[in-house]
């Protein structure tokens, strides 16, 4: 995280100054630095020079489509990004969380709950910890599927896979968890958001996406098991061993 202030470095990408400077405003007044641009280039271009700590994205833009901006900044790097728009139907946020955000927050808003969210994303967005306080950084293997916290990589049958933010941090959980089932609820909480009371129908998204880049099928999986109506159970390693 930036060190230049206790908070660390937010950019604001939104062209209402009248949204923009009081929310930056506010930010500074909670131990954050506010770097502010109103257009996507600026978005893209600031991102790689002031090395925000996160970036909080209209989906409104004069020079172009915020989910465009977010699948870029996604492609470049791990950023935590939080949504801001005036489209708060249950699709534009699955939408957005599938686009790779890491919340979704409607306008208008209030500048505390957001902070809160904010600081929330970051947490997440750190070094997990276990409840004796350990960072939950051990590698973990499970059948042809090894998995690096610390380095943020999975192999499957020793070539490395091509995941998402979000799909790592499912897998993770997931094979953390490995024979336990995890309810539905706990994986929205762990990997999107611990306020989440919305659908979690973007949950299964992820998972169907995992499942066909583990090779695994719907009907008799290998790895990833859903449990009707409480989650979902990934394999235990003995499981269909000798």
């Known amino acids: 995280m930036n060190t230049q202030s206790p908070g660390g470095?937010?950019?604001v990408v939104e062209d209402e100054e009248s949204i923009s400077q009081p929310f930056a405003e506010a930010l500074r007044r909670a131990g954050f630095e506010a770097v502010v641009t109103g257009t996507a280039a600026g978005a893209i271009a600031l991102a790689d020079s002031e090395d925000p700590d996160l970036v909080m994205l209209d989906l409104a833009?004069?020079?172009?489509?915020?989910?465009?901006?977010?699948?870029?900044?996604?492609?470049?790097?791990?950023?935590p990004i939080v949504m801001l728009t005036a489209r708060g139907t249950e699709m534009d946020k699955i939408v957005g969380l599938e686009l790779g955000a890491d919340d979704y927050v409607v306008k208008p808003f209030s500048a505390a709950e957001v902070i809160s969210r904010i600081r929330a994303?970051?947490?997440?967005?750190?070094?997990?910890?276990n409840s004796d306080g350990a960072t939950s950084l051990q590698p973990v293997s499970v059948r042809e599927l090894e998995l690096d916290p610390a380095a943020r990589i999975a192999r499957f049958r020793g070539e490395e896979l091509e995941l998402s933010r979000k799909e790592f941090d499912l897998l993770a959980t997931l094979m953390r968890n490995a024979g336990?089932?995890?309810?539905?609820?706990?994986?929205?909480?762990?990997?999107w958001d611990t306020n989440w009371f919305g659908s979690t129908k973007t949950l299964d998204v992820h998972i169907g996406w995992?499942?066909?880049?583990?090779?695994?099928?719907?009907a008799d999986p290998t790895y990833i098991?859903?449990?009707?109506?409480?989650?979902?159970?990934?394999?235990?390693?003995?499981?269909?061993?000798?």
């Open 121 to 129: 994303v970051l947490r997440r967005s750190g070094p997990r910890e």
């Open 9 to 11: 470095r937010i950019l």
């Open 225 to 242: 098991e859903t449990v009707r109506g409480v989650g979902f159970r990934f394999a235990a390693p003995e499981d269909g061993e000798p």
């Open 210 to 218: 995992l499942r066909r880049k583990l090779d695994d099928d719907h």
């Open 61 to 79: 833009l004069p020079d172009g489509d915020g989910r465009d901006v977010c699948r870029e900044l996604r492609r470049r790097s791990d950023i």
């Open 180 to 191: 336990r089932v995890v309810k539905r609820e706990d994986l929205m909480s762990e990997v």
